[in-house]
């Protein structure tokens, strides 16, 4: 399985980007997604997961209300639509995925089987 995260650039503060995850593959449909980022000298955080059957969608609070997870199963690739950017949003990005999990793993990076090879997202003030 392989992830090939893009989509990443440099964009001023209040700008929109969005981010592709395209995965190799016959079962992406049983998989949950998820996106996680990692800012300098900081740990890696979750930002945002959609379950195998894009039923359920989880968002880390600081990125509620502007960031949309959502996925594309014809095409084995998951996004991330972000709005509203901010310097705080300024870190790399990492699509990850693995077979269903349970709900409480959803947003902990250690679930996750899967993952890309990030995707730097700065965003200027």
């Known amino acids: 399985v392989q992830l090939q995260a893009s989509g990443g650039g440099l964009v001023q503060t209040g700008g929109s980007l969005r981010l592709s995850c395209v995965a190799s593959?016959?079962?992406?449909?049983?998989?949950?997604m998820g996106w996680f980022r990692q800012a300098p000298g900081k740990e890696r955080e979750f930002v945002a997961c959609?379950?195998?059957?894009?039923?359920?969608?989880i968002y880390a609070n600081s990125v509620k209300g502007r960031f949309t997870i959502s996925r594309d199963n014809a095409k084995n690739t998951a996004y991330l639509q972000m709005n509203s950017l901010n310097p705080d949003d300024t870190a790399v990005y990492y699509c990850?995925?693995?077979?269903?999990?349970?709900?409480?793993?959803?947003?902990?990076?250690?679930?996750?089987?899967?993952w890309g090879q990030g995707t730097l997202v700065t965003v200027s003030s």
């Open positions: 990850a995925a693995t077979p269903r999990v349970a709900y409480s793993g959803l947003a902990q990076p250690s679930s996750y089987n899967y």
């Open positions: 959609m379950r195998y059957s894009g039923g359920t969608t």
């Open positions: 593959g016959r079962t992406f449909r049983d998989w949950d």
